[in-house]
């Protein structure tokens, strides 16, 4: 497999701040429903070494994928939808062929942030630029937080240290308990010196005692996590050979160095991992990409790209169209989703024509979801998985949309 050269000019937009963006240019189109990787979760500090000139190339870019067609848009816009892109009669089928394909060809994907890294650095994976002639990367990265990075083991998540980082959780940790359980005391003395007729200052008061107990409990199960995986001689040793790895991945970028012990860095660089592909799902994005501005005159809107699977996990919680398998092609890399929200019914249908050619040829799957993205998927070699795969497949793959071990383990 050939490799590309990564964009050196990751950074152009894409930690630019689309709050400002989001407020001055999305508040007055009325954007109210919450979707995963929209406008409203893509709320990415701006580096402090952004330049005025990629700022106005970044709102240039939103500007002319958001603006006024004077015609319905997105799914208030009429569109008839190709075959290709219509779910199957067995809804369990368009799941199946992604996870065939993975099956077949042995994908691996990664587990966290720590592992996309590396397979960002060996080449497994390439970087996108957030804005180009043909593209803006529309919402990439938008549930990236400021928390520590972690290692995903086994459905838990471990907080990744250094010796004096894990030195100063652990105080943090016992600082933290103490001014909670101080509070719970004060709270209590308050509650025991009400009288019994004081109803709703005792109501209120046992709700603050609940929460703060809550909160006690958080802490408490945060030092567990930590005694658990890092209680161990051996345990602690590969967690400080993690946050390491981590640590000179993150200074190797030839344009910029990330302080992963910094919250606001490190939130910059999981949006930079987030902006990733395999080579193959890059050349279909770019293909269609460089259809649709040559005829629209705008740049196509990708609204995500590869997610590690704790991240993809998290998300499902508030996406419903965050599937929750025990692969999710997203975690492949090999599946990116063009946004439609903006685009007016004819520019619906060329996207689609587009889409539903490659899927005649035999190189992606693809379906139009109804909530405002086509979700593609790119063949590795260019053609769909055997079919013995594919029927293999649906055997583990409920209609719901999971797969059985996936179902065992909620």
């Not at 043909?134 to 290692?151: K, N």
């Not at 704790?310 to 997203?330: C, D, F, G, M, W």
């Not at 909530?371 to 998927?377: E, I, T, Y």
Request: charged share 30%.
């Amino acid at each position: 497999m050939k490799e590309r050269k990564a964009h050196p000019t990751l950074l152009i937009a894409g930690t630019l701040s689309v709050a400002l963006i989001a407020a001055l240019i999305l508040m007055p189109l009325g954007l109210k429903r919450r979707s995963q990787d929209s406008f409203m979760n893509m709320l990415v500090p701006a580096p402090a070494d952004a330049e005025a000139a990629e700022v106005s190339s970044w709102t240039q870019a939103v500007r002319r994928v958001t603006e006024d067609r004077s015609e319905p848009v997105g799914n208030k816009a009429k569109v008839d939808t190709p075959p290709e892109l219509r779910q199957y009669g067995d809804r369990r089928r368009f799941l199946a062929v992604q996870v065939a394909e993975q099956r077949e060809h042995k994908v691996a994907s990664p587990r966290d942030f720590v592992d996309l890294a590396a397979m960002l650095k060996d080449g497994q994976m390439v970087e996108l630029q957030p804005l180009t002639r043909d593209y803006i990367l529309f919402g990439v990265g938008g549930s990236a937080d400021l928390e520590p990075f972690t290692r995903y083991e086994m459905g838990a998540s471990i907080p990744l240290y250094d010796e004096a980082g894990l030195k100063q959780a652990y105080d943090q940790i016992a600082q933290s308990r103490e001014t909670i359980e101080n509070e719970v005391s004060s709270l209590k003395q308050k509650l025991n010196s009400l009288g019994r007729r004081e109803r709703q200052e005792r109501t209120k008061l046992q709700n603050e005692i609940s929460e703060q107990e809550k909160a006690l409990r958080a802490e408490v199960e945060s030092k567990q996590l930590l005694d658990r995986y890092y209680g161990d001689a051996e345990g602690r040793l590969q967690l400080f050979l993690d946050y390491a790895s981590l640590e000179n991945i993150a200074g190797s970028f030839a344009d910029k160095s990330y302080d992963v012990s910094d919250p606001r860095s490190r939130r910059e660089l999981k949006v930079r991992l987030l902006s990733s592909l395999r080579p193959e799902a890059v050349k279909i994005l770019e293909e269609v990409a460089s259809a649709y501005r040559e005829k629209f005159d705008r740049p196509l809107p990708v609204s995500s790209l590869v997610r590690p699977n704790e991240y993809q996990k998290a998300l499902s919680r508030v996406n419903p169209n965050a599937t929750r398998i025990e692969t999710p092609p997203h975690s492949t890399g090999l599946a990116f989703d063009i946004n439609y929200r903006y685009m007016t019914a004819d520019e619906q249908a060329f996207v689609m024509d587009c889409l539903a050619r490659l899927k005649d040829e035999g190189r992606i799957e693809v379906l139009r979801e109804n909530r405002d993205n086509f979700h593609v998927f790119a063949f590795l070699d260019g053609a769909a998985p055997d079919e013995t795969f594919v029927h293999a497949s649906l055997t583990a793959v409920s209609p719901e949309g999971k797969t059985k071990e996936a179902e065992a383990s909620e």
